[in-house]
């Protein structure tokens, strides 16, 4: 991973910012928007289950305002639902978040494999609780 940090696009590797973000996590590394980053590489590349993860384990008082808009598309995604209003107000964020925005609502939707996923599994228990199991 280049120096740069925040990095200025997710276009160049989304994985190896996830992957740079993750380790920061775990070995305290200092990073300034280290949350908003993650969950925006994330988003980028379909991971929605991961960026459910990342929420789930941020203290509440570590969820700031940037997260949790960021919070807002991932969930929107998992749930199916358009995204654009939420990326919207991601585009007002500080830069390179609002850089992070736009290569997200310009990304094409073949990111799909989380939530059909989610949906599979989401199948397998309503069936499973009809047949009480």
């Keep these: 991973m280049s120096s740069t940090w925040p990095p200025p696009s997710l276009e160049v590797n989304a994985k190896a910012?996830?992957?740079?973000?993750?380790?920061?996590?775990?070995?305290?590394i200092q990073r300034t928007l280290l949350a908003p980053v993650h969950m925006a590489a994330l988003i980028y590349l379909g991971e929605q289950v991961h960026a459910r993860h990342l929420w789930r384990r941020t203290s509440v008082e570590d969820r700031d305002e940037l997260l949790n808009d960021w919070w807002e598309v991932a969930k929107l995604n998992i749930q199916g639902k358009d995204v654009s209003e939420a990326l919207q107000k991601c585009s007002h964020h500080p830069s390179p978040l609002?850089?992070?925005a736009s290569e997200i609502?310009?990304?094409p939707p073949t990111k799909k494999k989380e939530q059909t996923s989610m949906q599979l599994n989401q199948q397998i228990v309503s069936f499973l609780e009809t047949k009480r199991w």
């Design 17 to 28: 910012i996830a992957d740079e973000c993750e380790f920061a996590e775990v070995s305290t």
């Design 98 to 100: 609002n850089t992070y």
């Design 105 to 107: 609502a310009a990304a």
